[in-house]
Nanobody, 115 residues
């Protein structure tokens, strides 16, 4: 059983920054792709950003230029640096990792951006 634990969410004013962390209970070195998703109230869960073990990244258009996804293999942790936050970024943020045929999710961390 693999566990993913998010942290770093909170309340921030528009224009502010937060860094989310996703700690994984096993080595992430060989996990091909990891991702951050978010779900706002009344909306479907959406992909925010993803990265591969080879360093390729992908971002939703709404966060390009503001968010940065990264990994620290030594710490088995994935990050999402969020800058220039907007009220529309308010959501529960989840990390995701497909491993050996299973898709694992964290419990989510709330991000609230006030105007």
């Amino acid at each position: 059983q693999v566990q993913l634990v998010e942290s770093g969410g909170g309340l921030v004013q528009a224009g502010g920054s937060l860094r989310l962390s996703c700690a994984v209970s096993r080595s992430i070195f060989s996990i091909n792709i990891m991702a951050w998703y978010r779900q706002a109230p009344g909306k479907q869960r959406e992909l925010v950003a993803s990265n591969t073990s080879g360093g390729r990244t992908n971002y939703a258009d709404s966060v390009k230029g503001r968010f940065t996804i990264s990994r620290d293999n030594a710490k088995n942790t994935m990050y999402l640096q969020m800058n220039s936050l907007k009220p529309e970024d308010t959501a529960v943020y989840y990390c995701n990792a497909p491993i050996a045929g299973w898709t694992y999710w964290g419990q989510g961390t709330q991000v609230t951006v006030s105007s």
